[in-house]
């Protein structure tokens, strides 16, 4: 990742929200109706929740929204028209990406949830935006297409996953995506084992949305959620730490960390290792990221160390966590091997979300599918994304006869 662009001062920053309903959504708009001097919202979009994001408009007044239903869009016309709010609203895909590239935005927070969110942000890359990048599974899809737009199109790419965000606070500022060069002998990303961390293995195979959607530290989207309790979210973060940092997987391990304190270290040739700390706030990464390299206030509470019980730090059970194994080998078979990986997690995700899978079947389909596709080079998004509907279409099929055999009885 580049660091080049270090602001001057404190500028007034022009935002684009992408994912401006979901929960990082939430978290990022607390932090800039905070600082109404240094934060102005240009644009804010979503896939189809008019409502909230009629009301996010009233309260922010950006001049842009966009929805990719075009439905919903409608609809979130006619309510801006009735109230008498003047931003104008865009639709579909094509909407997402103009708002991602409006001249006048500088700052592009990408928050949209899965695959969806790679075409905009891309879009934001070309255009040499300052991309607050959320959306992992754009890198996990189209990693190699991805940072070359970053590159050629002179953006700038500041990471808001709590861990990688951790990471970048903890890399030298001159890190130029080379850890031999900076002297970093290994990347350590923090997880907390989730929901199902102490659960008998054999009870796993009937646990419920509503259980695995409860994360112990974290409030997040419910897609993620369920990431985070099969630890596919982890292995996504190993392949998004590849990418942003330039390590190879060899150097990127994984700990697990209960109480979500230490949101991930780096490991430097001297022994030293370096960590962030904080309360497991979003708005924590997402206010460094937006006033980088300033600090501001986020409105997270300050960290009383002497009131907290402990730290513990243990190692990750692939027994239990299968996903996580299957992501460094999809890391390591390299090529379009990611991208049929987040593609079968995401419809395996959806179909046990909507109770039609068992949750050790989401593991089950991502390995049957990662089996069955042939991998081939990523040159292009068009692979990555013909790679994603290959793998979507492969894990539907799975995932149907898994249903149709009335496995699973929700
Ligand atoms: P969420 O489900 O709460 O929100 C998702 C957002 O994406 C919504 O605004 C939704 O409208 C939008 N969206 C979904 N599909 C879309 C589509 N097809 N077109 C346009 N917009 C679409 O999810 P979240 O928890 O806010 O996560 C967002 C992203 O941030 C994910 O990639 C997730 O992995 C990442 N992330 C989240 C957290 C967290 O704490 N929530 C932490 C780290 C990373
Ligand atoms: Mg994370």
């Not at 979130?76 to 708002?99: F, K, S, W, Y």
């Not at 953006?155 to 890190?175: G, V």
């Not at 982890?234 to 697990?256: N, S």
């Amino acid at each position: 990742m580049s660091r080049s662009a270090r602001c001057e001062g404190s500028p007034m920053r022009r935002i684009a929200v992408l994912g401006a309903t979901g929960s990082i959504g939430d978290s990022t708009l607390d932090v800039v109706a905070r600082h109404p001097q240094r934060f102005a919202v240009e644009a804010l979009a979503a896939h189809t929740n008019a409502d909230k994001l009629a009301d996010l408009c009233r309260r922010f007044r950006p001049p842009y929204a966009a929805l990719s239903d075009g439905d919903a869009a409608q609809a979130l016309q006619r309510q801006l028209a009735r109230d008498g709010v003047p931003t104008r609203v865009l639709a579909g895909p094509e909407g997402l990406a103009e708002v991602a590239t409006l001249p006048a935005v500088d700052t592009v927070l990408a928050a949209i949830v899965g695959a969806a969110g790679l075409p905009p942000t891309l879009a934001a890359a070309r255009a040499g935006k300052r991309i607050l990048l959320a959306n992992k599974e754009a890198l996990v899809l189209g990693g190699a297409v991805f940072m070359a737009a970053v590159d050629a199109g002179g953006a700038t790419l500041l990471p808001i996953d709590s861990e990688h965000n951790a990471i970048f606070q903890c890399l030298p500022a001159h890190y130029a995506r080379d850890p031999r060069a900076a002297g970093v002998r290994r990347i350590l990303l923090t997880a907390s084992g989730g929901p199902f961390r102490t659960r008998a293995v054999a009870e796993l195979a009937h646990v419920t949305p509503d259980e695995a959607c409860a994360h112990p530290n974290w409030t997040m989207g419910r897609k993620i959620s369920v990431d985070s309790a099969t630890m596919m979210n982890k292995g996504l973060e190993v392949i998004e730490a590849h990418w942003l940092f330039g390590a190879p997987r060899e150097a990127i391990d994984v700990v697990i960390h209960p109480q979500s304190v230490v949101h991930s270290l780096v490991e430097y040739a001297d022994g030293s290792v370096l960590a962030q700390l904080g309360h497991p706030d979003m708005r924590t990464p997402i206010a460094q990221a937006l006033a980088f390299p300033d600090r501001i206030d986020a409105g997270v509470a300050r960290l009383d160390l002497a009131g907290l019980a402990a730290l513990a730090f243990e190692a990750p059970d692939t027994a239990r966590f299968p996903c996580l194994a299957l992501a460094y080998d999809a890391l390591a078979a390299g090529g379009t091997a990611p991208a049929f990986l987040n593609a079968a997690n995401e419809v395996a995700v959806a179909a046990f979300l909507a109770g039609r899978i068992r949750f050790t079947d989401i593991a089950a389909a991502c390995a049957e599918t990662l089996a069955r596709a042939a991998v081939g080079p990523v040159a292009t998004i068009d692979d990555a994304l013909a790679a994603d509907g290959q793998a979507r279409r492969l894990t539907h099929g799975w995932v149907e006869g898994r249903a149709n055999a009335g496995r699973v009885t929700a």
